[in-house]
């Protein structure tokens, strides 16, 4: 039983890796389409905030009442779980190269494996813990980071890269422990009402370039309204993934889900490929290889330890 909930989570955890694959070449089009990341996050959040505690409201209304102290858990979880992941990785991209930044910010799996043994005392198969580093090396190869990348480095933007690990290590934690008194939906859904209260204060909606949706973006040789593509982003790139993996955390543990989302840079290297035509290396498709074969050893490792504990 055990190890067939560990499977589902993983799975759970991987379609939302498979569409933020896709989302981040949508994501790039309303980019290049005039919108600036600032304005992406805000509709991004808002919208998946909109439609999530609609949701919710009609099937569970109760789940949305809070307590003084879950104020400050879902503010927190909003803000700095949501919101400073991206504005932190997109300061840190602003200094240093793509690669260099993704490989600092999946130290985060690392972090999350460290506090649940350290804090939380959980058990992890010693090959978990070994296919975390292998997984980054595959990553670093995939990436095609090069000691090139490293020549006049940005002190700040590695530390840009830092903060955004330990965003993502708290937003994987942190789920874990609100869904266990509320469902993945609810969790979300107050965590994006929060984050998106944030966001409109720093930049209010009366100031928002409604006009840059009514224009095109491209997608490969194909041209798409951005209304469309800010669609897809909101709820294909953020509503489903995003509750897919916050119930894999529910089933798999942090350590677990966040293990499996270090194959995201994969693939979306390869939506990247199939879509926009990007040449792959031989060495980035073996970086691959290795990555996803880490993350298969990792969690047929926790597989096991489930079944047999």
């Not at 939506?271 to 926009?276: I, N, P, Q």
Request: with cysteine; hydrophobic share 60%.
């Amino acid at each position: 039983m055990r190890s067939s909930r560990t499977l589902a989570g993983t799975l759970l955890a991987l379609g939302a890796v498979l569409l933020w694959g896709v989302n981040g070449t949508v994501s790039r089009a309303v980019l290049d389409s005039g919108l600036s990341p600032l304005r992406l996050a805000e509709i991004r959040i808002t919208g998946s905030a909109a439609i999530l505690l609609v949701a919710v409201a009609l099937v569970r209304r109760a789940e949305l009442r809070l307590g003084r102290r879950d104020v400050l858990a879902f503010a927190a979880f909003g803000v700095i779980g949501m919101i400073f992941v991206q504005w932190m990785y997109f300061e840190a991209i602003d200094r240093i190269p793509i690669s260099l930044a993704l490989i600092i910010e999946y130290l985060a799996p690392l972090m999350v494996a460290i506090w649940v043994r350290v804090v939380w005392k959980r058990h992890l198969p010693w090959l978990a813990w070994a296919a975390i580093p292998v997984a980054l090396a595959g990553l670093a190869l995939a990436l095609g980071l090069t000691g090139g990348d490293l020549g006049g480095l940005s002190g700040v933007g590695v530390l840009w890269s830092l903060g955004a690990g330990c965003s993502y290590a708290y937003y994987a934690l942190h789920a874990e422990v609100l869904t266990r008194t509320r469902t993945p939906a609810a969790v979300l859904a107050l965590g994006l009402g929060f984050g998106s209260v944030a966001l409109a204060v720093v930049a209010p909606w009366w100031s928002f370039p409604y006009d840059a949706l009514g224009g095109t973006g491209a997608i490969g040789s194909l041209d798409v309204p951005v209304w469309l593509a800010v669609a897809w982003v909101v709820v294909l790139g953020t509503v489903i993934p995003f509750t897919l993996l916050v119930t894999g955390v529910r089933m798999i543990g942090a350590d677990g889900a966040i293990v499996t989302a270090m194959t995201e840079p994969i693939f979306a290297g390869a939506v990247a490929w199939v879509v926009l035509g990007q040449v792959l290396t031989p060495t980035q498709i073996v970086g691959g290889a290795i990555v996803l074969a880490a993350v298969t050893v990792a969690q047929v490792a926790r597989a096991r330890a489930s079944a047999m504990g």
